[in-house]
């Protein structure tokens, strides 16, 4: 999946597009991976019951919560969800393929999976403080006293949000910079550019009532 960086970045653009000015949306672009903070299922969390295993179910979670993504933070939950769906099926197979990936450098070496999964989220660390100074993420809502969002999803305990908080606050305290050998750093940024407008495009399609 994405990183909850990315993710911030996705939900930031949109955000501006729509001008919307709420941490709420920030929150919940990102709120679906408390289930792994927490030892939940994030195949409920994520809405993963496709023949994809990775890809969420975009209708189930439009089916159950589209009259409610006038919330903030309902609507940061979908641009999540939709952001992994775009992760999984049109980026990830560019760099991953039967256990396969490419470097950075274009060596293409044969792994395990846990171990490609090692070097994405290494990767992850590495590419963190690159995005949020060039999307000058606003860092803010992981420092702040934490207070319960305006939502109605349940796929998550909305109460335990503060510990995905304190858990992003710590990773970025402790990201770094060195040389990443998996993702380049514009192949990232043209993702998230890609994702921001195609999520955009999907809001007015699916007719989202956006409140500024």
Not at 39 to 48: A, E, P, Q, T, V
Not at 59 to 65: E, I, P, S, V, W
Not at 105 to 119: N, V
Request: hydrophobic share 40%; with cysteine; aromatic share 12%.
């Amino acid at each position: 999946m994405a990183s909850a960086v990315i993710h911030l970045c996705v939900a930031k653009k949109v955000s501006e597009h729509f001008h919307i000015n709420n941490k709420e949306l920030l929150l919940g672009s990102i709120a679906p991976d408390l289930s792994k903070q927490i030892g939940d299922d994030r195949r409920i969390s994520h809405f993963l019951n496709t023949p994809k295993k990775d890809v969420p179910n975009i209708q189930a979670f439009l089916d159950k919560y589209k009259d409610s993504l006038d919330r903030p933070f309902n609507l940061g939950y979908f641009i999540h969800l939709y952001t992994d769906k775009i992760w999984f099926d049109e980026f990830i197979s560019e760099l991953v393929n039967d256990n396969v990936v490419r470097l950075i450098d274009d060596t293409i070496i044969q792994t395990s999976k846990e171990e490609i999964g090692h070097l994405i989220y290494n990767d992850y660390t590495n590419l963190n403080i690159d995005l949020i100074d060039y999307y000058k993420l606003d860092l803010s809502l992981f420092y702040e006293d934490f207070i319960l969002p305006d939502s109605n999803i349940d796929e998550i305990p909305l109460d335990k949000l503060d510990i995905l908080l304190e858990k992003m606050a710590t990773i970025i305290m402790n990201s770094k910079t060195k040389k990443e050998y998996v993702f380049d750093m514009n192949k990232i940024i043209n993702f998230i550019e890609y994702a921001s407008d195609k999520i955009i495009n999907k809001i007015y399609e699916y007719n989202i009532k956006v409140h500024h």
